[in-house]
């Protein structure tokens, strides 16, 4: 890339850097200290305002940059991801959003301890949001990493390294001195200036192709080197049967995991109402709809104007076919309007970034300080506050998901965030769901639903190709995988509610009726809710 290019992108990101950095020192200064302030923002933000903030939480730089890069490279299998993000929404909307909304204050954790033990249910669930959040973040770093290896023509891995370096520290400051309210804010902002860029890029790519979408389509295919395949499922995801079961698998994850990301939940208790919450709701999947109809065409765009071969030559996971093809869009290389499209592409691809790790930090942080701290904290020893926990524990969540981006750098960011979702839904959804709605549950249940599917989630992930034993692992000198999917979904997801149901027949301790009928009152009214 030109000078022109890099110093024209690092100018607008340090205007963003600069505008959100003023919001948080501005929050900073009227905060109350006040738990619920850092955690849910005072409960004070409207449908609207939080309806943005969901969308700018979940449109990520696995959104922008990898679903795009998925489908220039791999055509209809790449959609999968733009699919499944989207009809994940509707879980959340019919069985998730207001029943949470009533029956928590902050995290996960305080829906399900409603009416099991709350130590045992704390530790469990506290941990695997805290696992599901690092993963999710690991791929936000390798998005950051891939864009600044583009910016600076690739070469310099030192500056990939402190890119993600810089965006750990941002999201830690964010975190510590905005809380919930700053990161609300960063969101919206975000929310607005990726919808604009996404919709001016896909405008350019239709006129390019003077709307005609089958034009569009069939130069794809023909660029893609696999001819009217490229726009059949099968070239990702086909063939054998192993294959076959990653794309089930993949689904799986997609559709059910959004309804267990701390992140996401954490994000119904910034409002004041379970109603407030379901509007929020549809206005972020009107938002996150639009969105990702848009990056199938950029997808399709990029294989069509710069070419699978050359999305790949730049970066072998796809991770920067959006940035390429602004580039081409605004007139190619060393034009005018080339530089200036790649560099606000390439600036809103860091705000996207940004916003994303703050939120994802922020619950994480408070799943530490709220679930494990107060379960976990012995009485005759110092007390600290929670907010003052949160705050070294985003410092902590910071530090390893540096660590790890380091270490995965080379993977498709969208890809990585399957593996998260994967995880929350084998995880988190079961224990959610089994409390919102089985009479029965009991603490055991809980405690073994969690543990159940978080543990043969991740070992499942340790061993399979995605670690070790193929060149695009994050360990490709050895090979010690013993499970043939990329992605566990389909095993562990199971193996979640089963561990659930096991636990709860073989309990010892009777279900507690009077609390279980206490929170489904409280659930389906909100009497009583926070």
């Given at each position: 890339?030109?000078?022109?290019?890099?110093?024209?992108?690092?100018?607008?990101?340090?205007?963003?850097?600069?505008?959100?950095?003023?919001?948080?020192?501005?929050?900073?200064?009227?905060?109350?200290?006040?738990?619920?302030?850092?955690?849910?923002?005072g409960r004070l933000f409207s449908p609207l305002e939080n309806g943005f903030a969901i969308a700018g939480d979940y449109m990520s730089a696995a959104s922008f940059l990898g679903i795009s890069g998925l489908i220039a490279l791999y055509g209809y299998d790449g959609m999968l991801y733009s699919v499944g993000f989207l009809v994940a929404w509707l879980v959340v909307l019919l069985l998730v959003a207001e029943l949470v909304r009533n029956c928590g204050r902050f995290t996960l954790a305080d829906v399900v301890a409603a009416r099991m033990a709350e130590r045992p249910v704390r530790i469990a669930a506290g941990t695997s949001s805290v696992a599901v959040s690092v993963l999710y973040l690991v791929a936000q770093m390798v998005g950051a990493g891939s864009l600044v290896a583009l910016l600076l023509g690739g070469s310099s891995e030192a500056a990939r390294s402190w890119t993600v370096i810089g965006v750990g520290a941002l999201m830690v400051i964010y975190v510590s001195l905005g809380g919930m309210r700053a990161t609300t804010w960063i969101q919206i902002v975000k929310a607005v200036l990726l919808m604009a860029g996404t919709i001016t890029l896909t405008?350019?790519?239709?006129?390019?192709?003077?709307?005609?979408?089958?034009?569009?389509?069939?130069?794809?295919?023909?660029?893609?080197?696999?001819?009217?395949?490229?726009?059949?499922?099968?070239l990702r995801y086909g063939g054998d049967w192993t294959a076959r079961l990653d794309f089930i698998s993949l689904g799986l994850a997609l559709v059910l995991g959004t309804a267990g990301l701390p992140h996401i939940l954490s994000r119904f208790y910034t409002v004041p109402t379970a109603r407030a919450a379901r509007r929020s709701v549809?206005?972020?999947?009107?938002?996150?709809?639009?969105?990702?109809?848009?990056?199938?065409?950029?997808?399709?765009?990029?294989?069509?104007?710069?070419?699978?071969?050359?999305?790949?030559?730049?970066?072998?996971?796809?991770?920067?076919?959006?940035?390429?093809?602004?580039?081409?869009?605004?007139?190619?290389?060393?034009?005018?309007?080339?530089?200036?499209?790649?560099?606000?592409?390439?600036?809103?691809?860091?705000?996207?970034?940004?916003?994303?790790?703050?939120?994802?930090?922020?619950?994480?942080?408070?799943?530490?300080?709220?679930?494990?701290?107060?379960?976990?904290?012995?009485?005759?020893?110092?007390?600290?506050?929670?907010?003052?926990?949160?705050?070294?524990?985003?410092?902590?969540?910071?530090?390893?998901?540096?660590?790890?981006?380091?270490?995965?750098?080379?993977?498709?960011?969208?890809?990585?965030?399957?593996?998260?979702?994967?995880?929350?839904?084998?995880?988190?959804?079961?224990?959610?769901?089994?409390?919102?709605?089985?009479?029965?549950?009991?603490?055991?249940?809980?405690?073994?639903?969690?543990?159940g599917g978080l543990i043969p989630a991740v070992l499942l992930v340790l061993a399979s190709p995605v670690v070790s034993g193929s060149p695009e692992s994050l360990f490709p000198g050895v090979d010690f995988h013993l499970f043939p999917l990329q992605n566990p979904g389909v095993v562990s997801i199971p193996l979640g509610f089963l561990a659930g149901w096991i636990g709860t027949v073989t309990s010892p301790e009777p279900p507690d009726e009077a609390r279980h009928a206490e929170t489904e009152v409280r659930a389906l009214t909100g009497a009583g809710a926070v």
């Open positions: 890339m030109t000078g022109d290019h890099q110093t024209l992108a690092l100018v607008l990101f340090s205007v963003f850097v600069a505008v959100t950095l003023a919001i948080t020192t501005w929050v900073s200064r009227h905060r109350h200290g006040s738990a619920e302030e850092f955690y849910a923002g405008v350019l790519v239709l006129l390019r192709f003077h709307g005609d979408v089958n034009s569009l389509l069939s130069t794809a295919a023909e660029r893609s080197g696999h001819g009217l395949d490229f726009l059949a499922p099968g549809v206005w972020s999947i009107g938002l996150i709809g639009s969105f990702y109809l848009m990056t199938i065409v950029l997808g399709f765009g990029a294989a069509a104007l710069i070419g699978p071969d050359q999305v790949r030559a730049s970066n072998a996971s796809g991770n920067t076919a959006v940035p390429l093809l602004a580039l081409d869009l605004g007139g190619g290389a060393g034009s005018t309007g080339g530089t200036v499209l790649f560099a606000i592409v390439a600036a809103v691809a860091f705000a996207t970034i940004l916003a994303v790790v703050a939120g994802i930090t922020l619950a994480s942080s408070a799943s530490v300080a709220h679930d494990l701290y107060t379960s976990l904290r012995r009485r005759h020893t110092k007390q600290y506050s929670e907010v003052t926990v949160a705050r070294v524990a985003a410092a902590g969540i910071g530090a390893a998901a540096i660590g790890l981006g380091l270490l995965a750098r080379d993977l498709n960011v969208a890809f990585l965030v399957g593996l998260a979702f994967a995880v929350a839904a084998s995880a988190n959804l079961p224990v959610l769901l089994y409390s919102l709605f089985w009479r029965k549950f009991t603490t055991r249940g809980a405690v073994w639903s969690v543990y």
